[in-house]
């Protein structure tokens, strides 16, 4: 495939930028998006950075009614001298392929759409906020736009993405989270849409996670939906348990979402030659290992946060604290080194940063 | 809570309606549309029909992200006489609050709801089709506007209700079709959003559906998402079985849609005298009661095609032809019957159609 240049119209009346104390998650976006289209026939064509705008669109598309949508998460940070950098952004941009596999939507070329983050990133590059922590979240996503009632495969779609600057997640500290098992709802299933980054997973998470946080929870553990005693994940995040001395993680059985981050701190723990093991684990083992004393520490991990230690588990009446409530050792070493990497200030063996150069390959 | 009265905007323009044997399901809209809004705080407000239009949207409007959204389908037929009538619409509106419950979205009132279905077909009653088998298709939606990129369920929604005629389902006469048994992928499980009519679970199926269509199927049987043994429904209909002289269709469970025209034949054979039990069904017991003679009938049924006779069902190698592929007598006769009410041509002892009144209730 012959690449398309991106064509560039730039705001003129630029936005005035929110405080960095003021960045609140998902809620302010910068001067610019991204829009391609694609046309069956077609292709994917007409690649573009706009200003940031409402998009016109029929009450008919397909979005609105079936749910035909995919989406990534990713973030680009500003390192100690100024410089811009993205974490595996070629990772984002392959996994949004395979959730369009899933979802019968036409693949996209990830060069292109990796050439589309970076010039996005470039041309607002003064929306990354530089105070320690924050970062400016970047989201790709693509929406079905055929305005057609009948259930099938859109032949419209619309490649967007948007980004928002955001503000520290630990405001005080990396700090501990309560995390309650979730025994009703299922969020996914094997030969459903789980390992896939599609609304429709969201959407059903949202009951649980509403009567968790109710109950003083801050996310739902995530059991597969079949037997309902294996642990899959956490609301946005994988998980890891460390048992004995051994770090677990559900191994990615079809509906589990295969995390970025879950995936570099798997490369991390092997190459500290930490123990780590992609198996299925039970709620039960959970529990007995707490009940002797061998369920040492327990986090999730995901774009927004790194690393979530869990501090508490609640299952069927069962309040299991993990290390004292406290944020554990492994937990800390492998949240201070993906975000020393991020932040240029460590060093990056695995070659997981990619430099934004401002402007410089902006066509105008 | 007081009733609020809907605000009209009448089109001046009136678009060109399709002829009646161009009409193709889900394409043509009609001049007008129904809106309303939900703000956190002020509740559901400013219920208004306008002219058909585009929406303009934020791209960070969580529909497009998390999936947040439910809808429903209905149809109004012109009877002989010219008058407009609905098909059990109460039904819907019950529905979509029951969506609305599992999807986390602000109920609606339900009087206005159907006041607003009423008012919208009373104005754009012109555009209900005359010629047999045709009518105008209805489709209630709600949809989460707020723009904002965290998981959680949005503060801002838009109801809307759009419609478009469609032509006869049967173009040459009730006709059987062929309908494969899926065993890989799932459409929804126990615990789920299988129960509720959401954008997800349609997005889910697009994969299967796609493959089996290849094979020259026309749509999918789903197994239960647990066990991968028990019939759950086929694409956009429940189903029925006939067994050795009794009708067999699947137990709402909690991941199959409850559908309308299910329960209306559910009370019509109940009426007849016909032996109906709901129960688990499992493939197995298709399989062997079509060996050894006894699967005398089978057929799907839902608002588009009110009864879809299954003439073939394939499942891991086995062709099972079914009534020698022809359209069984309950089939027949509960098509012949729903059709006959719906067209206000039999009549109507369960009280299920609701007139509509031509601009009867129309404030301008
Ligand atoms: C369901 C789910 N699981 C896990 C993750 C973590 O994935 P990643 O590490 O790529 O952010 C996310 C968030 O992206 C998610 O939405
Ligand atoms: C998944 C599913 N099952 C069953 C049905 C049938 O429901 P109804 O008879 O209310 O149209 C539909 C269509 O509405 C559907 O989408």
């Not at 990796?114 to 105070?131: G, H, R």
């Not at 490369?267 to 009940?291: F, G, M, N, T």
Request: glycine fraction near 8%; aromatic fraction near 10%; charged fraction near 25%.
């Amino acid at each position: 495939m012959e690449e398309q240049s991106i064509r560039v119209e730039e705001r003129q009346d630029k936005k005035e930028k929110p405080k960095s104390e003021d960045l609140i998650f998902g809620r302010n976006f910068t001067d610019h998006m991204f829009v391609m289209d694609y046309t069956e026939g077609l292709g994917w064509h007409n690649p573009s950075i706009i200003p940031y705008q409402n998009l016109s669109i029929s009450p008919a598309s397909m979005i609105f009614h079936y749910g035909q949508s995919v989406f990534e998460g990713l973030k680009a940070f500003r390192t100690e001298n100024g410089d811009v950098q993205l974490f595996r952004p070629e990772k984002n941009v392959q996994r949004l392929n395979q959730s369009n596999d899933r979802l019968v939507i036409p693949p996209i070329d990830e060069n292109l759409a990796l050439e589309a983050i970076k010039q996005l990133v470039a041309m607002d590059s003064d929306w990354v906020p530089s105070t320690e922590g924050t970062s400016l979240y970047i989201r790709p996503f693509i929406i079905s736009t055929e305005p057609y009632l009948g259930v099938a495969p859109s032949h419209y779609y619309k490649f967007i993405i948007i980004m928002s600057p955001v503000g520290s997640y630990y405001k005080e500290g990396i700090n501990p989270v309560k995390i309650a098992v979730e025994n009703q709802y299922v969020r996914a299933v094997k030969g459903g849409t789980g390992e896939a980054k599609t609304g429709g997973n969201y959407a059903s998470s949202l009951k649980a996670q509403e009567l968790c946080e109710k109950e003083g929870y801050s996310q739902v553990l995530w059991l597969d939906g079949v037997e309902k005693k294996y642990i899959e994940e956490v609301g946005s995040m994988n998980v890891f348990f460390k048992i004995n001395g051994e770090v677990v993680t559900p191994a990615l059985n079809g509906s589990i979402l295969p995390g970025i981050t879950r995936d570099s701190v798997i490369q991390l723990l092997k190459h500290w030659d930490i123990p780590l093991v992609e198996r299925r684990v039970s709620i039960k083992e959970l529990y007995e290992a707490h009940q002797n004393g061998t369920l040492e520490e327990a986090f999730g991990s995901g774009t927004a946060a790194v690393i979530s230690p869990i501090g508490e588990l609640y299952w069927e009446g069962h309040h299991l604290v993990i290390n004292e409530g406290k944020t554990g050792d492994i937990s800390k070493k492998v949240y201070d080194t993906i975000t020393g990497i991020q932040y240029g200030k460590m060093e990056d063996p695995f070659d997981w940063t990619v430099k934004v150069e401002k402007n410089s390959k902006v066509r105008q």
